[in-house]
């Protein structure tokens, strides 16, 4: 396994590992399949998991490895969300909505709390993050951000763009310069899907609303 961490070219000085590349190319395939709408992104996201997985824990980065952990098992969670069927579009694909206000403010409850905790953990034990509160953000915003596409939430892609936000710099401070390209990708694509789930949202609100009793 140590091919993965090995470097696959140079990109604007940058030196590009093999897994840094092949994970996050396969990250995006599966943000633009969530984009889609499709069930197909929860494996093809599983699967970008376990490859950053193996890379970052043949690299030592126990907090990094730890992160692709939960991201693999909220992507479990989301298939099986997906699947059930429970909340179908007319055109079979999952429907969309904005989250309710307790759902929000439990989001960010969620947020703020997760974050403390895992920065609190890493600060105690250095040797699962050098960077403790960023790395902790992004640990929790990339888990928030995946339970609120889990559930067909617009809100899931602010969250995405929220990480972007601090991914982008923390992964090229940190060696990992593929993922900070990719990343920039994920900003363009999280504007995009969100104008798309936004659009679907209200029109699949407008049918309920057009059907409610007067």
């Known amino acids: 396994m140590n091919w993965l961490n090995s470097e696959a070219f140079t990109l604007f000085g940058q030196h590009i590992k093999w897994s840094d590349m092949i994970g996050n190319v396969i990250g995006l395939i599966a943000l633009a399949l969530g984009w889609r709408r499709s069930l197909w992104s929860w494996p093809v996201q599983f699967l970008s998991g376990l490859i950053l997985f193996a890379a970052f824990a043949t690299a030592h980065l126990s907090g990094s490895a730890g992160k692709q952990v939960v991201v693999m098992a909220v992507a479990v969670y989301g298939w099986r969300q997906w699947r059930s069927g429970a909340d179908r579009a007319a055109d ?23 974050t403390l905790a895992v920065a609190g953990l890493f600060t105690l034990y250095p040797s699962l993050s050098w960077d403790p509160w960023p790395d902790a953000y992004i640990f929790v915003g990339t888990v928030v951000a995946m ?42 694509l999280v504007l995009w899907g969100m104008r798309d789930w936004w659009l679907r ?3 699949t609100a407008r049918p309920a609303l057009e059907g409610a009793p007067a």
């Open 201 to 203: 949202s209200r029109r």
């Open 92 to 114: 079979g694909h999952v429907a969309v909505r904005f989250a309710t206000r307790t759902e929000r403010l439990l989001l960010l409850g969620a947020a703020a709390a997760g």
């Open 147 to 188: 339970y609120a596409q889990a559930r067909g939430m617009v809100e899931f892609w602010f969250a995405w763009l929220l990480v972007d936000l601090v991914g982008v710099p923390l992964n090229f401070a940190n060696g990992f310069a593929f993922s900070g390209f990719v990343y920039v990708v994920y900003g363009a």
